[in-house]
């Protein structure tokens, strides 16, 4: 079987944004559980066709795209950020030399703030670049358009043979590169003018409605309901942990919830033996199917002895933000006689979403007794259940 041509992604995020109003840039704004760029950065990391993506940045927003990056996890894929020139034209210039070096036959070129390209989409462009040098997305106008000067309308704007340009916009790498060098210093709208100032012939790509950029604060409303469609996966998962107490006296308090709780027993167990926190470690795994804890933190590796529970639950709810879902619930009941949880509630419900990064209305924290019986009515230990929800993409 002949090797398909390595196709690359530049991802332009270098702007400012000023049309979207306040201080941060749009790319960079929270959309469901993450970032927008987030979300543009994983539609080509998980694209079978991309070997690499590469973004062009702000120098002065290094540490914002790192957090952006941070909920993708590990990605081969993704090469170190370039710094962005001043117009969007120079970023593209520049991201497409620090390509050069890969050697893509293919380059895609997209806005970091338009989050929501389809696989579908992505995979028209890459297809189309193989009898052509070029192609562009659109979308046919549908609205009747209208000249306007000075606040009044004018003439009715005959809309036959229009249509709104999108991105990913495609190019065969060498042709691309050569244009952008010949134009620079030029002021061009987009990349599809630079391959038409070479005389580059571009293929029409169907695009997609719902492929917006982010504009305006309206945009990102838009974008949220258009991302909870897709979240259409609902997933739920349990979990169920018990640790034993030592000899009253071993302890001054335990860890509950990632809160210390004052307690005359000590929790038996490898790690801090944290039980509401590995219940729902337990349940987050259990919601993708990605096995329990005792599978990612086994108790029999030295390196977890004595370890703070948040880390194993943070590590789960980062395994949800790779596959692309958001954490819509979760839900812990704390089983025992003592100690009394009731007054470190309100830390306990902060704290966990604190790890998993979200409202602390998405997460409730209970305790209740089991009237004197079995092991906990006993007061020999502890124990907690817990159940998760979790959405991601179809």
């Known amino acids: 079987m002949t090797a398909q041509p390595a196709t690359a992604v ?13 201080d941060m840039p749009k790319q960079y704004m929270p959309l469901q559980g993450a970032v927008v760029l987030t979300h543009t950065l994983r539609a080509f990391l998980q694209h079978p066709d991309v070997a690499q993506v590469i973004t062009a940045i702000h120098p002065d927003d290094r540490d914002l795209y790192d957090a952006a990056i941070a909920p993708l996890g590990t990605q081969p894929k993704l090469l170190a950020p370039v710094h962005g020139g001043a117009e969007r034209q120079d970023s593209v210039r520049m991201g497409l030399e ?21 696989a579908g989409l992505i995979t028209r462009v890459v297809s189309a670049l193989d009898t052509h040098a070029a192609a562009l997305p659109c979308v046919a106008v549908t609205d009747t358009l209208k000249r306007v000067a000075d606040g009044m309308v004018g003439d009715t704007v005959d809309r036959t043979g229009l249509a709104r340009a999108q991105t990913p916009q495609g190019f065969r790498f060498a042709e691309i590169m050569a ?39 309206d945009d990102l409303v838009r ?6 469609l897709r979240l259409g996966d609902i997933r739920t998962g349990s979990g169920f942990d018990v640790h034993k107490f030592d000899a009253p006296g071993t302890a001054s308090e335990i860890m509950l919830c990632g809160i210390p709780v004052p307690h005359d027993c000590d ?7 944290d039980v509401g926190l590995h219940a729902l470690t337990d349940a987050l795994l259990g919601a993708i199917g990605a096995g329990d804890i005792g599978e990612h933190f086994p108790p029999s590796d030295p390196q977890w002895k004595g370890a703070a529970s948040w880390k194993f639950l943070a590590h789960a709810a980062g395994l949800v933000r790779e596959r692309g879902g958001v954490i819509a619930s979760a839900d812990i009941t704390i089983i025992c006689e003592r100690p009394k949880v009731g007054p470190y509630r309100p830390a306990m419900r902060a704290r966990v979403a604190e790890i998993l990064e979200i409202t602390e209305e998405r997460v409730s924290v209970k305790a209740t007794t089991t009237e004197q019986l079995g092991f906990t009515g006993r007061r020999e230990g502890i124990a907690a259940q817990s159940v998760a929800t979790v959405r991601l993409p179809l």
Request: aromatic share 2%; charged share 20%; hydrophobic share 50%.
């Open 223 to 228: 974008a949220e309901g258009l991302l909870s």
């Open 179 to 217: 244009a952008h060098k010949a134009v620079a210093g030029e002021a061009l709208t987009d990349d599809a003018a630079v391959a038409e100032r070479a005389g580059m012939a571009i293929a029409l790509v169907e695009g997609a409605e719902d492929n917006l950029k982010i504009t305006t604060q």
């Open 10 to 22: 530049l991802i332009v995020a270098a702007g400012r944004g000023h049309r979207f109003g306040g």
């Open 267 to 273: 929790t038996v167990g490898h790690s801090d033996a």
């Open 98 to 118: 620090a390509l050069a070096a890969h050697g893509p036959a293919k380059v895609l070129i997209q806005d970091g703030a338009r989050p929501l390209a389809s």
